[in-house]
């Protein structure tokens, strides 16, 4: 079983030909959800990193945030984001300078959350489908939180977990790029009606 990256989906992996989707993002991916809190932040892009490196330095139990009550295994970022904004909203009122003072328990708390939204789906998926060989892929499996988190679940639930090296997690990027070379190689070019579009099915 794999989570990934892009569009935040478990991918419940039977053979190599055989992929089914089975819970993914209603709204946001993970990775967007770090972006833009970390946006709100002040935070350059892309905030993913920074918020990992700013949380490793932070208290990840100083603030709680909602998690989103959604059904089977599909995921929710959206509410995440608009209560963290809310919440500094209504701090910076009280203390201008809260982001400011409070920036590494912030990421770290944030960081937690968006971690756990993660795990508690994954963990339901591998009980329900007795998965116990669980891998996780692209820009977000940089994170050292979520890296963590599937160490505590392996050890926790006997999981066979498949991490890659941190320097593949940003494979997306390197996978366009290299199809991106080739297709210019061979003049192979589009006209400008094309329409990008940034999700597919498998
Ligand atoms: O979504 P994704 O797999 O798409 C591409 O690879 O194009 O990965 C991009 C996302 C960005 O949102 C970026 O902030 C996030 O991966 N990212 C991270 C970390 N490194 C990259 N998020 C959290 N912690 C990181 N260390």
Avoid at 33 to 50: I, S
Avoid at 98 to 123: G, H, P, W, Y
Wanted: proline fraction near 3%; include cysteine.
């Amino acid at each position: 079983m794999l989570v990934s990256g892009g569009n935040s989906q478990i991918i419940r992996i039977n053979d190599f030909d055989k992929m089914e989707i089975i819970g993914q993002t209603i709204d946001d991916a993970a990775g967007e959800a770090f972006d833009k809190c970390a946006k709100v932040m002040g935070l350059p892009y892309p905030g993913g990193p920074v918020v990992d490196k700013l949380a490793k330095q932070g208290d990840a139990d100083k603030f709680k945030f909602n998690k989103p009550r959604i059904a089977n295994y599909d995921y929710s970022f959206s509410g995440l984001k608009t209560s963290f904004l809310y919440f500094l909203r209504d701090e910076l009122k009280k203390d201008a300078d809260f982001i400011e003072k409070n920036k590494e328990d912030l990421c770290a708390s944030l960081q937690k959350t968006i971690v756990d939204i993660l795990m508690d789906k994954l963990r339901l998926a591998a009980k329900d489908t007795q998965i116990n060989e669980i891998a996780v892929a692209g820009g977000v499996s940089a994170n050292s939180g979520l890296r963590n988190a599937f160490v505590d679940h392996a050890q926790k639930f006997g999981w066979n977990i498949h991490i890659p090296k941190f320097a593949y997690t940003t494979d997306n990027a390197a996978m366009v790029a290299i199809t991106g070379y080739y297709k210019f190689l061979e003049n192979d070019f589009c006209d400008k009606s094309v329409v990008p579009y940034a999700r597919t099915s498998i």
